[in-house]
């Protein structure tokens, strides 16, 4: 039998058949999918084959054959830092959930997500969500924010789940298509999803005022589907989004507006440091590159990412 992996929860798997029924599957020993060290074989969105078997009169599966990936997106797993988790596989899109406060979204972290995205060729659209709550100086840094990106090629979208605001808009961009919500902790994602999709009812919690992040109430990623056609995936909120391992040398091709230039630099192997007539920096130094996305490949390429892996997604 052949089925689509809808949740996760570590052993099993809820795996659903185009007949639309759902079974409860394991593994079958050990799975080594080549080329991917990861602390989960399989992912939300995966296509499996199981076999049924019956035990003590309960059936379940057994899964022997994954079907090969369109696209996966990945983090680096925290306790093993080799290691590397999947958090969904076969998107059409990502939404990339922002808050300016409560809790604060650094760029550094939407940077980080985007060139994963961009590394596994997943489309991601960046939605600045709560816009009902923010004061003029937020509204101008969430404008301001969406000015960078969208200069860049991203399309960003201002959100409120509360006043309805633009949720229509998100709504259509998901029709007969898999999305995953993504973001930190206490960013909207599971209110936006129950908006978008009332009869789902997934859990949602306050913002803890005490460390202004929100507490987790996804533990694992889970797909769902929608009566409008489509399917969303709704995820772990995230804290840190380590980078998983990349040559130096082509992190500058997942920053488009990087990619874009380096042909003018001076040395075809420039990495955008201290080389003479490097056409990046002059874009920097001329504001035609954001500052804050040039920090944010530094960072990448000298591997500063100790601090952005204090995460609660792998101790749940």
């Known amino acids: 039998m052949t089925g689509l992996v809808y949740k996760s929860t570590g052993s099993w798997y809820t795996v659903k ?4 029924e759902t079974y409860q599957c394991r593994i079958k020993g050990k799975f080594r999918i080549k080329g991917i060290k990861s602390t ?8 499996v084959d199981f076999e ?10 057994i899964i022997y054959n994954i079907h090969e990936r369109k696209n996966y997106i990945v983090r680096k797993s ?3 830092s080799k290691q590397t988790h999947i958090i969904a596989a076969n998107l059409d899109q990502v939404f990339l959930m ?7 979204t650094l760029t550094s972290f939407i940077d980080r997500f985007l060139v994963t995205a961009e590394a596994y060729s997943i489309k991601t659209i960046l939605i600045f969500n709560k816009l009902d709550a923010y004061d003029e100086e937020a509204l101008l840094e969430a404008k301001y924010l969406a000015h960078i990106y969208r200069k ?4 960003c979208i201002g959100v409120s789940a509360k006043t309805g605001k633009n949720v229509d808009k998100v709504k259509a961009m998901m029709k007969d298509k898999v999305s995953m919500f993504s973001g930190h902790s206490g960013v909207g994602k ?5 908006t978008i999709q009332p009869n789902l009812n997934l859990k949602t919690k306050e913002i803890s005022t005490l460390h202004m992040q929100g507490q987790h109430t996804t533990t694992f990623a889970e797909m769902f589907d929608t009566d409008f056609g489509g399917k969303i995936i709704d995820t772990p909120g995230i804290k840190g989004f380590g980078v998983v391992d990349m040559d130096k040398e082509e992190v500058g091709d997942y920053f488009p507006e990087i990619f874009a230039l380096k042909q003018d630099c001076k040395f075809n192997n420039c990495l955008h440091l201290q080389e003479p007539k490097c056409a990046v920096k002059k874009a920097v130094e001329a504001d035609e590159i ?3 996305r040039y920090r944010s490949y530094l960072q990448i390429i000298e591997g500063e990412d100790e601090n952005y892996r204090t995460d609660n997604w792998d101790k749940e």
């Open 52 to 61: 049924l078997e019956k035990t003590n009169d309960v059936e379940s599966g």
């Open 152 to 155: 860049i090629g991203y399309e």
């Open 190 to 194: 599971s209110t936006l999803v129950n």
């Open 40 to 47: 989960n074989p399989i992912a939300v969105g995966d296509v």
């Open 290 to 292: 954001a500052y804050s």
């Open 78 to 80: 925290v306790n093993l």
């Open 17 to 20: 058949t185009q007949l639309g």
């Open 98 to 104: 922002i808050t300016i406060n409560n809790p604060p």
